[in-house]
């Protein structure tokens, strides 16, 4: 499936993983980009070292493309920046904020810029620019969430630019990647369904959790504060959302989810941790390696837009 997004980062699949923090390291990134698609390294808030590390690790299991997400929120964002820039990375996503500060860096260096945007207006921006792509996330996505549906946000955003657009929020089978090409995306990113790659070091238990999930089992967190979290529900959420509606201080609900994340994913608590995941968590059964799920995605996919 040969699109303007394959050709830009000169992949065999449409494919690209989510920069999920702590789940998005070497070994899933690796993989991804040996089975055809984009790896991404997720830099979140790792000190700068450790992600000139795992990106040296990833060169080390793949020659294919691979990317970094650059979470712009960040204190170290700046060094992050010259890394990609000194490592010669080839693609780089962004989140949490505008990357325009950064972008003319990068493409003097030959890297390929891909904003993740949830709206019509950052995307229209980050074309202006000088991105080559954008990713148009819908709020059925994990983790940090904006406010239009995939099914809304893609095709609006699809008119609004000339760059390739990218679809993402909702997608996990051939299904998915089919109706994101209808909408006039030429792309897909993940981020659930890679949490439960057999490559992915994410815990047994938040691999678990998602297998287990029902379609009712996605909530989110955050939204009086304006800091939306989509994640499968749990203790931690039922608290957090208890405080919320009480009118807890942001800073009160802040304090209760430090270092959750870490929990979930590395520790294993999906009781007291952040188990972030999409509404798709419900359509996960099983574990695969990176090259099965792609292949069965794809063939999927093909099937029906060749139907």
């Keep these: 499936m040969d699109t303007r997004v394959t050709g830009l980062l000169g ?20 993989a991804v980009s040996e089975a055809g698609g984009l790896g991404i390294i ?18 080390e299991l793949t020659d294919k493309p691979f990317g970094v997400n650059v979470m712009l929120m960040n204190p170290n964002a700046e060094e992050v920046a010259d890394i990609i820039v000194e490592e010669q990375v080839k693609v780089v996503t962004t989140g949490a904020g505008n990357p325009a500060k950064y972008v003319e860096r990068w493409k003097q260096a030959g890297v390929k810029v891909i904003p993740v945007v949830a709206s019509v207006a950052l995307a229209k921006l980050m074309e202006r620019a000088g991105a080559d792509a954008v990713v148009a996330e819908g709020m059925e996505a994990g983790g940090h969430i904006g406010a239009a ?16 657009v990218i679809a993402a929020g909702g997608i996990a089978d051939g299904r998915g990647v089919a109706a994101a090409m209808m909408l006039g995306a030429e792309g897909v990113q993940m981020g659930t369904r890679f949490c439960v790659a057999a490559e992915a070091i994410t ?9 287990k999930a029902k379609d009712i089992d996605s ?6 504060h304006g800091h939306p979290i989509r994640q499968l529900r749990n203790k931690m959420t039922r608290e957090y959302l208890k405080l919320e509606k009480e009118g807890a201080p942001f800073e009160e609900l802040e304090q209760l989810t430090l270092g959750s ?12 941790g952040t188990v972030m995941a999409g509404q798709i968590a419900g359509m996960i059964t099983k574990e695969q390696t990176c090259e099965d799920m792609i292949r069965e995605i794809m063939d999927g996919a093909e099937k029906l837009l060749h139907r």
Excluded: C, F
């Excluded at 549906?149 to 390739?164: E, N």
């Design 219 to 224: 909530e989110v967190t955050g939204m009086s």
């Design 203 to 211: 815990h047994a238990n938040y691999k678990e959790k998602i297998i």
């Design 11 to 30: 992949i065999r699949y449409p494919i690209i993983q989510g920069g999920m923090a702590w789940v998005a390291e070497y070994h899933l990134a690796a």
């Design 261 to 272: 994340l870490r929990k979930a994913v590395m520790d294993g608590d999906v009781v007291n």
């Design 42 to 59: 997720g830099a979140a808030s790792a000190p700068p070292e450790v992600v000139r590390e795992q990106i040296h690790k990833v060169k």
């Design 149 to 164: 549906t995939t099914m809304t946000l893609v095709p609006q955003v699809v008119d609004a630019v000339g760059i390739p």
